[in-house]
């Protein structure tokens, strides 16, 4: 997997002596030849599926630019050289060095990941960012990554979720009952507690099985990633907010040998280019949305439904008791839930004064 | 500034004949020396002030430790080598090669810049940094800072801000009249289309002006650094939202010459840390003004009050009315303006049905 390239023995090729070498080698310390890597990534995405593929790669192109060829990573979009799943797997074994993909994937594996993804009515992507630099995340990330013997590092997030594509209208919790749903991660725990049926299905499943009927409803991302699959083409109504993920996580893994590997200016790229990443990701989310969305109404006259209030008040308070008990019986889970509700609370007051009700203002008064 | 750390010099002090050293110098490309480069940053903020200047010192530190001590980035707090406002001037002239600050206080040099730093009722921070990467931001940005001399990055960004404290309440537009306020940028012109007097105070200065009566009013940040200040102590009312600046940008300017000087890794880490940075430095603020707003509210019994729908529609109107007029004679001005405009009308209808809708259920219904 790397090449060294070393100047000692460059120098040895070319003739010259051994006593100059060392002489050269100590001397010139700051110029010294460096050790070429030469790393793979694999993703649980399709080659440059938009934000989520396309943030791999602006990812891995940042660290070899920034690192100037000294860390080459090259990506693989899910099923190249390992399913989607598998990537973790090929991680923790080395034969790949790092993998790009969502907390959530690997709860088979450690439980409390899914909890890093998104917890119902939890954190806004930037609140989240806050928590894992500010609010103790990171170290109980890296705890929880350590455990699948990775590093862990945010390296995007989806922005906020839509509710979901559904073709009866949600007037309140009953309806949800004998809904059969495409929603994976917390959120399917809280729609099967309502008595809905969760169904776990791949993108490209998706738009047939809501259109043949076999599902009523489902929820992918949201607008710039559901018009790319065509889900206006068959679902009814486009419900918001996504309560269930207000901030979909996605995870860099590097296996931590190969990490503790790599020299500490090469670790500072990596580290800077996942914080960097999260926020282009983001950039285009939000770009991308907003064309989307307004494409979306504009020529496919999509209609748009918020939940009703006594629908969030509901899901809320379900959702609380569910996490609740799903957490009881992992320690670990439990830490770090508690950790982000925690920060979650103490978000609240903050988020009321500022964003909530400047955005509030800005859409009432818009001439 | 830059010392050339220059492998074939080092061999040839070392008695290697040139042709050897020639070989060398071609065959050994991905591990030739390097020249070093020790840089100055100038800031317009006291050294490590909350957020802002310790969010330059992240920047230097993620850049000096990224290239491996190959740019080796110090920081110099306001005052320490040029004052505050001369930042600017510094490093057009290539005396310094970088600075730190924000947009609007260059306005007198080029006045469009003081529409990058926020435009009342704009965009969020995180719409800001999606403009500039994807709305066409950055290009408009060099387009100004080059007619300072300076390559442009967005580094940081102080999240949306407070309305500010206020020795009176307001229920009207009316209120503003004779009001004298401590509100810089583009919120000044507003508050003076209104009828009041806008004054001009550092940061130093503020407890005693409005302790005294020789201010009514004044905005300085969010509660992290107004707490800092001790602001609390004398205003009355806390009033939200900041309606004048929803997120306010930092910018990073380098002069262009000593820009182009540095290899294409060393380019690519500036702008990868200065990314990183900002997303860094919000996170800070949303961590810091979460407890500080606690402590505000608890500790101090701070008065929180929003502004009223009317006030804050009367001021939407208003805000595009001044910002119309001030842009009218400068076309560079009316093009960011316009651009940013598009992207926040883009934006509204996307915050409706994520951002807006999820914190509003999110702090209606927490238990």
Redesign the interface.
């Given at each position: 997997m790397k090449k060294k390239?070393?100047?000692r023995k460059?120098?040895r090729n070319?003739g010259?002596t051994t006593s100059?070498v060392a002489?050269?080698a100590h001397?010139?310390k700051?110029?010294?030849?460096?050790e070429?890597f030469n790393w793979k990534m694999v993703t649980t995405w399709p080659k440059n599926f938009p934000g989520l593929g396309t943030g791999a790669e602006t990812f891995a192109k940042?660290i070899t630019?920034?690192?100037?060829?000294?860390l080459n990573v090259t990506v693989f979009g899910a099923g190249e050289i390992v399913p989607a799943f598998e990537a973790m797997d090929a991680v923790t074994s080395g034969a790949i060095e790092m993998g790009h993909g969502g907390p959530y994937y690997w709860k088979g594996k450690v439980s409390a990941t899914q909890y890093l993804s998104a917890i119902p009515?939890g954190l806004?992507?930037?609140?989240q960012?806050?928590w894992?630099?500010?609010?103790g995340g990171q170290e109980i990330a890296d705890k929880i990554y350590n455990k699948m013997g990775c590093k862990f590092f945010v390296c995007g997030n989806t922005?906020?979720q839509?509710g979901g594509w559904f073709n009866k209208e949600i007037k309140s919790l009953k309806d949800f009952k004998g809904l059969k749903m495409r929603i994976p991660g917390l959120g399917g725990e809280v729609i099967k507690s309502a008595g809905g049926t969760v169904v776990n299905l791949h993108g490209g499943e998706l738009l047939t099985s809501i259109q043949t009927g076999a599902i009523d409803a489902l929820e992918w991302v949201?607008?710039y990633n559901d018009l790319a699959f065509g889900m206006h083409k068959a679902g009814k109504y486009y419900y918001?907010?996504?309560?269930h993920e207000?901030g979909g996580v996605l995870d860099c893994f590097i296996n931590l040998e190969k990490w503790n590997s790599l020299?500490?200016?090469l670790q500072?790229?990596v580290e800077?280019?996942a914080?960097?990443t999260?926020?282009?990701i983001?950039?285009?989310m939000?770009?991308?949305?907003?064309?989307a969305?307004?494409i979306l109404?504009k020529e496919h006259k999509v209609k748009?439904k918020?939940f009703p209030?006594n629908v969030?008040?509901e899901l809320?308070?379900l959702s609380?008791k569910v996490m609740k008990k799903l957490i009881s019986s992992d320690p670990l889970s439990k830490e770090v839930y508690n950790s982000i509700i925690n920060?979650?609370?103490?978000?609240?007051?903050?988020?009321?004064?500022?964003?909530?009700?400047?955005?509030?203002?800005?859409?009432?008064?818009?001439?």
């Amino acid at each position: 997997m790397k090449k060294k390239i070393n100047r000692r023995k460059f120098l040895r090729n070319v003739g010259i002596t051994t006593s100059i070498v060392a002489l050269a080698a100590h001397k010139s310390k700051p110029t010294s030849a460096k050790e070429i890597f030469n790393w793979k990534m694999v993703t649980t995405w399709p080659k440059n599926f938009p934000g989520l593929g396309t943030g791999a790669e602006t990812f891995a192109k940042t660290i070899t630019e920034s690192s100037g060829g000294r860390l080459n990573v090259t990506v693989f979009g899910a099923g190249e050289i390992v399913p989607a799943f598998e990537a973790m797997d090929a991680v923790t074994s080395g034969a790949i060095e790092m993998g790009h993909g969502g907390p959530y994937y690997w709860k088979g594996k450690v439980s409390a990941t899914q909890y890093l993804s998104a917890i119902p009515f939890g954190l806004t992507p930037q609140e989240q960012n806050s928590w894992f630099e500010k609010g103790g995340g990171q170290e109980i990330a890296d705890k929880i990554y350590n455990k699948m013997g990775c590093k862990f590092f945010v390296c995007g997030n989806t922005g906020p979720q839509m509710g979901g594509w559904f073709n009866k209208e949600i007037k309140s919790l009953k309806d949800f009952k004998g809904l059969k749903m495409r929603i994976p991660g917390l959120g399917g725990e809280v729609i099967k507690s309502a008595g809905g049926t969760v169904v776990n299905l791949h993108g490209g499943e998706l738009l047939t099985s809501i259109q043949t009927g076999a599902i009523d409803a489902l929820e992918w991302v949201g607008p710039y990633n559901d018009l790319a699959f065509g889900m206006h083409k068959a679902g009814k109504y486009y419900y918001y907010p996504g309560w269930h993920e207000p901030g979909g996580v996605l995870d860099c893994f590097i296996n931590l040998e190969k990490w503790n590997s790599l020299p500490k200016d090469l670790q500072k790229i990596v580290e800077t280019s996942a914080i960097a990443t999260t926020q282009r990701i983001t950039n285009e989310m939000i770009a991308g949305n907003n064309q989307a969305l307004e494409i979306l109404i504009k020529e496919h006259k999509v209609k748009l439904k918020p939940f009703p209030d006594n629908v969030l008040k509901e899901l809320f308070v379900l959702s609380d008791k569910v996490m609740k008990k799903l957490i009881s019986s992992d320690p670990l889970s439990k830490e770090v839930y508690n950790s982000i509700i925690n920060f979650r609370n103490l978000s609240i007051k903050r988020s009321e004064v500022s964003e909530l009700k400047f955005l509030e203002a800005r859409s009432k008064f818009l001439i």
